[in-house]
C-alpha cells in the first residue's frame, strides 16, 4: 500500500510504533506517558502535545488500512475516555478539545 509519505516519515512512525508496541506489551501506562520518539506529519504538531499518545493515535489512524476498524477503534476509545472523564485530564495525552472528530474522521486511502 502507498501511504504517500516520505522515507523520513515513514521511519519516524515505524520507530514509534515499536516503542508504542513494547509500552503495550509491557502493559505501560499511556495516560501521561512521555513517547521519546515524535511521528512526522506534513501537516506539523503542536510541539507542546508532540511527545503524548494524541501524535501516536494520529499516526495509527494514517496506518490502518480498513476505515470500519479504525472506526471501531475510535468508538471504543471514546467510550473508554467518556467512561473515565472525572478521572483523567485530556490534556495528559495531548487530546485537543477537538480530538473527537479529528480521530473519528475517516481517511480517504
Known amino acids: 500500500m502507498d501511504y504517500n509519505r516520505s522515507d523520513r516519515e515513514i521511519e519516524s512512525w515505524l520507530r ?5 508496541r513494547n509500552k503495550c506489551a509491557h502493559y505501560s501506562r499511556l495516560y501521561y506517558a512521555v513517547f521519546t520518539s515524535v511521528p512526522l506529519f506534513d501537516e506539523g504538531l503542536d510541539p507542546s502535545i508532540a511527545h503524548t499518545l494524541y501524535p501516536q493515535l494520529l499516526m495509527l489512524k494514517h496506518l490502518v488500512q480498513s476505515n470500519d476498524t479504525w472506526i471501531e477503534f475510535a468508538e471504543s476509545f471514546s ?3 467518556d467512561e473515565h472523564e472525572d478521572a483523567i485530564e485530556l490534556r495528559h495525552m495531548g487530546l485537543p478539545d477537538d480530538w473527537k472528530p479529528k480521530l473519528s474522521h475517516v481517511l480517504q486511502i
Do not use: R
Open 79 to 81: 467510550s473508554l475516555i
Open 16 to 20: 514509534c510504533l515499536t516503542i508504542l
